[in-house]
């Protein structure tokens, strides 16, 4: 399993724009706002895996699966252009609108469990369950409210 951070956003996009994106637009005091978005799209990667039942994550929950780095990557990147889009400042392309729409895709088949991904080493673990004492009844008292008893009402 891989973690994304940053510097691995020049992988995908050219490194002028992704300063841009990483430093436009950014209020006094605000921070670099990439590494909550990456945040928040391997959470998203991460749901979908879930979701699917085939593959079990990896316990690091800042993890995504190798086959899945290039596709978080275009995620990252769309998140941080969006930002900036607001007002009309960076709007995708036609091409990145479908690319867009095919990783939606993808996704959603991971999640529908049809696609198989990479898995993990070190699996999260699994919840254990608690098998509690079980109830027993000993008695019961003759029912009065029957089917035939009400019959005539």
Do not use: C, F
């Not at 608690?130 to 029912?143: I, K, N, W, Y």
């Amino acid at each position: 399993m891989i973690s994304l951070t940053p510097s691995d956003l020049t992988t995908a996009k050219a490194a002028p724009l992704v300063d841009a994106l990483r430093t436009a637009a950014l209020a006094d005091g605000q921070s670099d706002p990439m590494p909550e978005i990456i945040d928040a799209v391997v959470a998203r990667i991460r749901a979908e895996i879930s979701a699917g039942g085939k593959t079990a994550l990896d316990a690091d929950p800042a993890t995504v699966p190798p086959s899945l780095k290039s596709l978080a990557l275009r995620m990252v990147l769309r998140e941080g252009q969006s930002r900036l889009n607001a007002a009309g400042a960076l709007p995708l392309s036609d091409d990145e609108r479908e690319e867009w729409r095919q990783d939606v895709r993808y996704l959603e088949r991971i999640a529908k469990g049809e696609v198989s991904i990479d898995a993990t080493a070190t699996p999260e673990g699994t919840p254990s369950l608690q098998h509690s004492g079980g109830v027993s009844l000993a008695s019961s008292r003759p029912r009065l409210a029957t089917r035939d008893s009400l019959g005539a009402l």
